[in-house]
């Protein structure tokens, strides 16, 4: 299996939590969005989202995280067995799968930076179709969903929105870890793969006390996450801005060269 993936994203975390999870073999092919590597056409013609993750096993080719998720699950049994109530372990990952964590994560990244590596991206993208023209309408339509994204971003009726949908997901796991030590049940499942890296963004993004200190069990919850293989194997290594820093600040660099130069 491989795994088309980055590090910093949430929803590629989702699904190598699950992978981690199930000790499954696969490979990791690092694509880099910063850099727009999404957009190479290679990549583009199998996937015109240009999103992560993909997950190709074979001639599967998976786009989406959440059927990746459902795909993994399926493999040599679901994750948590009977210990898992499985209705409500796909309640859970639809409702995670229906917030935007992108929304999210891009609220809390400065306007500036926002604006140096979108301005890129669209040259990128137009310099992609003038010399792909087979897969104009693709890019164009990648365009049309950047400029929609950016939209959302200055909309503040969205961002409180997608702020709400957040708070209620978090006031129901605190509910639910009332009764239950995990997501869906008594074992770890891909409810608790697709929230975890979750409550990671939110002290990424330093609102813990904010958002988990007023529900104590989903903190209590966290420190558990964060001690499992599979947290320590996907996140741990990006769980500080400082961490990050390693991973934007080249890129950043290759970026600035490349407006520099005029190098799309
Ligand atoms: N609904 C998709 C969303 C995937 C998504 O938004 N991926 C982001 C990274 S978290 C991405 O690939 N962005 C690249 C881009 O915006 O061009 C999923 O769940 O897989």
Redesign the pocket.
Known sequence: MELYQ?P?????Q??RIALEEKNLDYEIIS?N?LK?K??DPDFFRANS?????VLKNSNVVI????P?LQYINGINGPLGDDKVHHEKVQEWVKKV?EW???VF?LSHVSERTLRFFSRF?RRVVIARMAKNPDLANKYHN?LN??HA?EEKLKSSEELSANEKQLIVLLDEAEDQLGTTEFLAGFEFSIADASFVPILARIQLLKLVPELLKPRPRLLEYFSRMKVRPSYKEVIQGYSSQLKQMRVVVPSMCNVALRKLFSRY
Do not use: Q, W
């Not at 786009?63 to 959440?66: D, G, K, P, R, T």
């Open positions: 980055h910093l994203s949430l929803n590629c989702k699904v694509i969005p727009a999404n957009l989202s240009g999103n992560l993750p786009c989406e995280s959440l990746i799968d935007d964590a992108r994560t991206k990648k969903s950047m994204m």
